[in-house]
């Protein structure tokens, strides 16, 4: 099969924020999923989606199918650019559609859906300008974040607020560096908890990883903050998780956790791969923070691979797996 794998290349620039290019993939992932997939007989050609005319690539390039890992790269809805183009020319790819792609990145819309599916999700609000009253249902502490980010753009331990004053100064603090909505919603205290589900002629719900952060208590990180993704590993900042896959839950606990990750996948209509991020409380509600379609494949550091091994996976079956997915989907099998 002629493939052709879309990416944002990851880059470094001064004069953005430091978490800008957070999303975007790095040259290890880039080449880990090509090597990947030339192993399993496919020809693949690589495609940073920053850089190249798109109608012209595709209009002078053979393409079976299309990997997709690009995060697009402007506004709100910006995961959904290359879905849109490629159902636009007809071009089968993996992954989910620009509609699941697009409510994803909306947190505050994700949250409704999950409601109206009676999904467990923090209680929440959203900020427009940013002096709105704070609703008398919301109980602190509250944690504040960028309605239309992910890879935890925008939130750090200080996203975490106990009083109205803080409330205030941080949503005023997150609308003027990224210039959009801002979502307020109950901070849950429990564990930490992702689930992959991924499609491979069944709907497989992969072991549940749980990102334990007790060892990292110093360093001031407690959750997964932007700075816990990005330095993950460093001894020197102590930001040094421990995981766990399987996930240490009983067994009623970890089929409740799995049920309300599958139900979320369904309720956002992804396809062939997604991850949820669930934070357990204290009294087992498993309460879905944020639904990741389009979640990260780095062989090494990146949560869903770590799943997938530990369903007794290899890296090249995985990203076979999502391909033939797709293709079964598609009906070129």
């Known amino acids: 099969m002629h493939v052709t794998l879309t990416y944002n290349l990851k880059q470094e620039d001064q004069t953005k924020p430091a978490d800008y290019f957070s999303e975007f993939d790095s040259p290890d992932t880039i080449n880990a999923i090509m090597g990947a997939l030339e192993k399993k007989g496919h020809t693949v050609q ?48 993996t992954g989910s559609s620009p509609l699941s792609l697009g409510l994803a990145l909306n947190k505050a819309l994700t949250k409704k859906i999950l409601k109206s599916e009676n ?42 607020v106990q ?58 990180e407690y959750f997964y903050s932007w700075r816990m993704k990005e330095y993950q590993g460093n001894v020197e900042l102590g930001l040094m998780p421990q995981f766990h896959c399987p996930a240490r839950l009983d067994t009623e606990t970890e089929e409740l956790v799995k049920d309300t990750a599958l139900k979320a996948h369904k309720a956002l209509g992804c396809f062939d791969i997604s991850r949820t991020d669930i934070r357990l409380s204290r009294d087992n509600i498993p309460y879905v923070l944020e639904i990741n379609p389009l979640p990260g494949l780095n062989p090494k550091e990146s949560n869903f691979p770590i799943m997938a091994y530990a369903a007794g996976m290899k890296y090249e079956d995985l990203i076979e797996a999502i391909l033939m997915s797709a293709s079964e989907r598609k009906g070129l099998n």
Do not use: W
């Open 46 to 93: 690589l495609l940073d989606v920053r850089c190249t005319n798109l109608f012209s690539y595709f209009k002078n390039n053979r393409v079976d199918m299309v990997f997709n890992i690009a995060e697009g790269n402007n506004g709100r809805f910006r995961e959904s650019e290359i879905p849109a183009v490629l159902d636009y020319l007809d071009i089968p790819y």
């Open 119 to 160: 999904i467990p999700t923090p209680s929440f609000q959203v900020f427009k300008k940013g002096n709105e009253e704070l609703s008398p249902n919301l109980k602190f502490p509250l944690i504040v974040k960028p309605n239309y980010e992910g890879s935890s753009k925008g939130i750090s331990v200080s996203s975490v």
């Open 163 to 220: 009083t109205n004053g803080h409330l205030y100064k941080k949503i005023k603090e997150v609308m003027d560096l990224y210039n959009q909505e801002v979502l307020v919603e109950e901070f849950i205290d429990g564990k930490e908890l992702s689930v992959g589900i991924l499609e491979n002629g069944k709907t497989t719900t992969l072991p549940i990883l749980e990102v334990d952060f007790s060892s990292c208590i110093k360093s001031g």
